[in-house]
C-alpha cells in the first residue's frame, strides 16, 4: 500500500529504480483537458539526472510514454497512465554491497519491514520514484491555471540565498533565485563531490495566486496535506510554513495578520500564516519550506554491519547525486501541483 | 469531508464548538481490546481547559459518553462512537463580533469556503474539536503496547528546556520536562496574559521503543503520516524529524547514521533520521518537534475588517488559552499514538 | 471497519441492537442545504417498529437527536451526526440464547470472525442498524431535488402485485402499489405469523427522472454501486436491473433498447437496461429488484447446535417482523437516495 | 475516478481498447508470493479473443509484460504492475459509426457523462479492460491458496445445464460443466450468430473452502461486495446468492439453513443463505449466480439516432462475440478471487 496519492486526483506510481519501467496512473483527471506529451516531458527534463554538472551522471532521457487516458491530445476521463522504461539501469555496483545496509538508506528499515529487498539501486526506495510525480504534477498543472507554483533552492549548506529573483532560478544549476549565492552553492557542492561527500540544503515554495477556499477544516487541512506530501519525498526531514519554527518566539499580536481592505479586496498586511488560516488557503501566496538532507549514497567510507550484524566499512559507489536540492526542486513543485489540483476538485463538491 | 484520519484505525470526528456535543467515531478497532470508560476519561482530563492558571478558565469536564462499540469493557470489533456533550459554550461573546473577521482565525477562509459560517466559537475550526482526537487517541494507545509516546513542552517564546527529565513533564502545568525553565514559562504565558496577548512554543515527541517496519514506503511513509496528523491541529506551523532543519548545513558524512551491532542487536550510532529511514521506522527513537503559534485570540486591540470590507478594531473576548502547548502536548501525544496504531495495523498486511 | 459508505458523501454508521444509542456521521455533506428535523424525524417514522400488525412490536419512537453539522436548519459543510438512543431494549430474551446459534442469523459467523459476540439482539449484525441508514438517506435526498426514489412491496411469498398505483404505496401496511395485492399480503403476513414462522418478498425501485451521466465506467458503475448499497442491507440476497435475470433467455436484438428522438429529446423505445447503460444512467427511469429473505427469527422449533456444538432445539422469542418487506421499503429507498447524492457529487469532477 | 477496486489488495486498470496498451497496478499485494509470468499468462489465455469459434476473432494473444513489484519471481510488496499492448486494434469500422449510439451501448452515456468520448472500440467501456481484472485476479489467486473459485455457463438462452460436473467446465467452449447441455449452447450460439444476433445467459460460480469469517458486518458484507464486484462487469444484469429470488416465496422454517455437528464440526444442513450469513462467510460453499444479457454489438439492423437525434439504422460490424458466457467465467472467477484476497488481508485486522 501507500502508493496512491490525493482523494479525487488520484496518483498511484509503480516501479522501481532498476526494474523495468516506473510509471503513473492518474485516475480523477477531468475530461477535456488539453495535455500533450511534450507538456509532460519538458517537466521531465528538468528532473532527469545528467543534466548539470552538480547533478547525478547516470544517463537516463526519461523518454515518458502515454499509454491511456489521451485522446487526439485531450483527457478523456479515463485514467491516464504514463511509463518511463530504465534505459541505463547498472546494477552490478549493488550486487556486491547486497548484504551490506547503507547508512542513511532504508537498506535495513525495508529488510525489517517485508522480509526481503530488491536492493537493486534502492529498489522502490529509490529517488528514481519521484519522476513518476513530475509526470502526474505536469497533469495536475492543467487543473489548476491561474495559479503558479514557484520553487527554488533557498540554501545549500549554510549558504543561503540574499535575494529573490524568480528569474534566476532556472538560469543555473542549483535553481537558486539569487545569482551571486548560487555560484557559492555550485562551489560547495563541487567541493564536498571531490571529497566523496554530499550536503543538504532548504528548499522554498511559493504558490502565486492560489484560488480561496482550498483545504478542509479537520484532517484534510491544506498545510496538513502538503506537508504529506512534502515529506513523502525521500530526503526531506522537516517543513514549515509562513513563519514558521520563527513562530515559537512571537506573541499573538506579533504573529496575526491583521485584515485590510484596499480597492473592495480584502487582504492581510503581513502572511506569517503562509497563506493558510484554519487549514484553508486565503488567496494570500502560500509560503513554505522544506528541508533536505544530504544525499545518503557517498564515496567516502562509513562504518556499517552486513546483514548478519557484522562490523564492516562501506564506499557506496554508483552515480549519485552531490545535493539533491537542484532536481528536488521540480519534484517539489509537482508534488504540490498536486496537492493544489486535488483540493482544487475537492472544492467544486463544499456547496449546495 | 475531510473529517477522517486513517486507513484502518479510521477515526471520524464531529461536532462544534458551542453545538450540542462533539464527538469520534473509531472504525477499525480490533475486536478484544480491554477498555474501560475511565481509560479514557484520564486522557481527557489532561487535555480540557480550566485545569491551571495557563490555560483557558472554560469549564468544560469533558465528560465522556460511550455509544456503541464497547460490551463489558471490552472492544467488540463495531466502530466505537465517545461523544462530548458541550455545557458551557457561552455564544453571547460571538455574537458582536459576527460579521468581524478575528486576524489569526479562519472565519474569512470559512466564509470563503462554504459561503456561511457557524461563528459561534468558530464552529468546526475551534481547538476544542481536539477532545474528539484526545478520546481516540486513548483508544488507539491499547494497540501499541509496548510503545510509549512522550509529548512535553521543548519551548515557550524563547524560553527553552535545557534538560530533560521526562518525570517532570506532568509536575508542572506548562508540561515542561525542565524544573527550572518551566517555572521561567509559566512566569512569561503569565505575563502575556495580563497584557491581553498570547505567546508560541515547540512541543518535542519521542516514542520509545517504536516497533520497526511501520510506514510504507512511497506517499505513507512514517513520516509523512505524522507531519499531516500533526499539521492538521489547528496551531502547528511546522514540523521536522530527527536533525530536521539543522539538517540543511550537514554533509551525509555528518548526517548519515552509521550502524553497528552490540549483543546481536543492530542500532545506529547517531539518531538524525530520527527513527525513520526511507519513510519507515528502524526501531530507534522516533524523534520530531512541532511549532506551536500563539493563539489567535486576544483581547490586544487589532485591526480587522467586516464582512463588508469596512476597517475597524476588535479586541477578542472569551475564554482563550494564553499559550496552546500545555494543552497541545496530550493533543499531540494522541494524534502520533492514532498514526502509529494505524501503522501497526497496516504492518499485518505487508507479509505473505 | 465496513461502517462507512460512500466516496463523497460519506456516511458512517454506529451502534448496536441493545446498546446506548446508533449513529450516523455523514461527512461531505454540502453547505446550505436547508434540513430540519422534521425532514428527518418524518422518514424515521416510516422505518420504525411498532407501526402496524404486520411490523415488530418493538416499542421504539426513534427519536433523533442531531448533534453536529447543522446550524439555524442550514448544513454547514461540517460531519452532520445523527444519534437515536435505544429506549426499549430488552436483552433479557437473549441472555437464555446466548450460546445457542440461531439458524439464519449470523451469531456463528460472527463468533468466528471476531471471537466474540455481543449477544443482545444481535449487536451490530441487528437490523436496527437500518435506522441510520434512513436518517441518511434524509439528508441525501437534499442532494437529489428533482429525483425521485419510489420503492414498494412487489410480491410477499408468491402474492405479487399486479398493478402498479404509486399513490397506493402508502396507504397499506405492506407498502403495496396494488390494493388488492396488499390485502392478499397483509393476510399472508398475518397467518404465517400465528404459525411462529415469516416469509419473503420482493422489493422494487423505479427512479425517476434521475440525472444524467451518473457512475462512473469502470468498477464504480452506478449499478455496481447500488448493488453494494442494497445488498449491504441484512436480508437481501439478489438484485436485478431491468430485463435482470430474464435477459438470460433474450436475443441481443430483443434486449437492447433503441434510441429515438422525440421534440429534440432523445430516448429509447424499451428500458431493458433499466436505466443504466455501461454503469451511467442515461436519463431513463432506473429499475430495479431485490429479494428479500424471510426473517430468520422464528418462534417456530428449529434444530441448532451450541457453542460446544451440542445438538439442540430452538425457538426464537423476541419482538420480531414476521416480513421485512414493508419496514424495508424505505430502508431500501433511502440506501438508493444515499447512492444517488453521492453520484450526483462524484458528477461535479468528472469534467474540465 | 472508479478505475479502482478493492480496501487492502487494490485494483487499478487503465487502458482503451484501441489504445496503445491496457494495464493493472496492484497496490497491497504481500511481499514474498511467489508469482510467475506463465502463472499469469496462462489465465489471460483463457480469457482472450479467437480462442474458439463462439467467440469474437479479433486475433490478440494478449500477451503480458509485467513491468515492476516482482523480484525473482516473487512480490516485493511494491506495487505490481502488468501491462498488455493492444495489437489487432481495428478501429476503421469505428470511424464511420462514431456519430451514432448503438443501442445497448454506453455511448450515449459516455457522451453526456464527458462532453466527449474515445468512440473507437467503446474507449474505456470496452470489456477489453476486463483483461486487466483476470491479470489481477491471478495475483489475487495466490494469497487464497486452500480456497478454490470454480466459475461455469449454467444457462446460454433457455438451456440450462442439468448437471454439474466441474471436469468437464474446460472441456467444451461453453465453459459448461454439463456435457449435453454444452453442445446445444454451442449450437444455438452458432445460430444467432448466423443471424447476425446474440444471446444471454447466466453464470454460476461455486466457491470451494472459503475461509470462516470474511466480509464485515455492515457495509462491507462479503455478498454486497462481490456484488459490487460482479455487477462492475459490462454485461451483468443481477446477481442473486444462495436461494436467491427463489427465496421471495419461502418462509424462514423453510430457508433458515439449521446446524448440526459432526465429527467436531459445526455446519449446516441446507445453504440457502449461499454460505454468507449476516455478510460474513460461514464456511460453506459461497454460491452465487450473474444474468449475463446478450452482447449488443449485432450486425443486424437496428433503429437509432445520431448525435444530433436525427433517426437512422445501425448495423454494428467489428469482431464481437455472440455470447458472452464463456470469455466471461474466467472474469467472472478472478473478480471473485480479487474479492476474496481482498477479505483474507481484511480479516488480518479485526481481531486484537
Redesign the interface.
Known amino acids: 500500500?501507500?502508493?496512491?496519492?490525493g482523494?479525487?486526483f488520484?496518483v498511484?506510481?509503480?516501479?522501481?529504480s532498476h526494474?523495468?519501467?516506473?510509471?503513473t496512473?492518474i485516475?480523477?483527471v477531468?475530461?477535456?483537458?488539453r495535455v500533450s506529451k511534450e507538456d509532460i516531458q519538458s517537466e521531465m527534463d528538468r528532473r532527469r539526472p545528467g543534466q548539470s554538472n552538480v547533478t547525478s551522471p547516470r544517463t537516463e532521457k526519461d523518454e515518458i510514454?502515454?499509454?491511456?487516458?489521451i485522446?487526439e491530445e485531450?483527457?478523456?476521463?479515463?485514467?491516464?497512465?504514463i511509463?518511463v522504461r530504465n534505459k541505463d539501469a547498472d546494477s552490478s555496483k549493488y550486487e556486491q554491497i547486497k548484504h551490506l545496509?547503507r547508512?542513511?538508506?532504508?537498506d535495513?528499515?525495508?529488510l525489517?519491514?517485508?522480509?526481503?529487498?530488491?536492493y537493486r539501486g534502492g529498489?522502490?526506495?529509490s529517488g528514481r520514484?519521484t519522476l513518476c510525480r513530475v509526470a502526474a504534477g505536469a497533469v495536475a498543472k492543467?487543473?489548476i491555471t491561474g495559479t503558479k507554483v514557484i520553487a527554488y533552492t533557498l540554501?545549500?549548506?549554510?549558504i543561503r540565498a540574499e535575494k529573490i529573483d524568480y528569474g534566476e532560478i532556472e538560469k543555473n544549476s542549483v535553481r537558486c533565485p539569487d545569482k551571486t549565492a548560487a555560484k557559492k552553492m555550485e562551489k560547495l557542492i563541487e567541493s564536498?563531490k571531490k571529497e566523496g561527500?554530499?550536503?543538504?540544503?532548504?528548499i522554498e515554495v511559493v504558490v502565486k495566486n492560489p484560488p480561496?477556499?482550498l483545504?478542509?477544516?479537520?484532517?484534510?487541512?491544506l498545510?496538513?496535506?502538503i506537508?504529506?506530501?512534502?515529506?513523502?519525498i525521500?530526503a526531506v526531514?522537516?517543513?514549515?510554513?509562513?513563519?514558521?519554527?520563527g513562530?515559537?518566539?512571537?506573541?499573538?499580536?506579533?504573529?496575526?495578520?491583521?485584515?485590510?481592505?484596499k480597492a473592495?479586496?480584502?487582504s492581510?498586511?503581513t502572511n506569517?500564516?503562509?497563506g493558510?488560516?484554519?487549514?484553508?488557503?486565503?488567496?494570500q501566496d502560500i509560503i513554505f519550506r522544506a528541508?533536505?538532507?544530504?544525499?545518503?549514497?557517498?564515496t567516502?567510507e562509513?562504518?556499517?554491519?552486513d546483514d548478519k550484524?557484522?562490523?564492516t566499512k562501506i564506499s557506496v559507489e554508483g552515480r549519485h547525486d552531490p545535493c539533491l536540492c537542484p532536481r528536488a526542486v521540480p519534484v517539489i513543485e509537482h508534488m504540490t501541483n498536486i496537492v493544489l489540483a486535488d483540493a482544487v476538485?475537492?472544492?467544486?463538491?463544499?456547496?449546495?
Chains 1, 2, 3, 4 share one sequence.
Not at 12 to 16: L, P, R, W, Y
Not at 74 to 81: S, W
Not at 215 to 221: A, H, L, M, S, T
Not at 345 to 352: D, K, M, P, T, W
Open positions: 500500500m501507500g502508493n496512491t496519492f482523494r479525487h488520484r498511484t506510481t509503480f516501479g522501481e526494474g523495468v519501467a516506473l510509471g496512473v485516475d480523477g477531468p475530461a477535456g483537458l510514454e502515454i499509454l491511456s487516458g485522446f485531450k483527457t478523456t476521463g479515463a485514467p491516464v497512465c511509463i545496509f547508512p542513511g538508506h532504508a535495513y528499515a525495508f525489517n519491514k517485508y522480509g526481503m529487498r530488491d529498489g522502490r526506495s520514484e492543467k487543473i540554501q545549500v549548506g549554510n564536498v561527500d554530499s550536503i543538504g540544503g532548504i480561496q477556499g483545504g478542509d477544516p479537520v484532517f484534510d487541512k498545510d496538513a496535506d506537508a504529506k506530501a512534502i515529506l513523502s525521500g526531514k522537516g517543513i514549515e510554513f509562513g513563519s514558521g519554527f513562530a515559537a518566539g512571537l506573541k499573538g499580536s506579533e504573529n496575526n495578520d491583521s485584515f485590510y481592505s473592495g479586496k480584502i492581510t498586511r506569517n500564516a503562509g493558510i488560516s484554519g487549514g484553508i488557503s486565503t488567496g528541508v533536505i538532507k544530504a544525499p545518503s549514497s557517498i567516502k562509513q562504518s556499517t554491519v550484524g557484522k562490523a476538485l475537492a472544492q467544486r463538491l463544499v456547496r449546495a
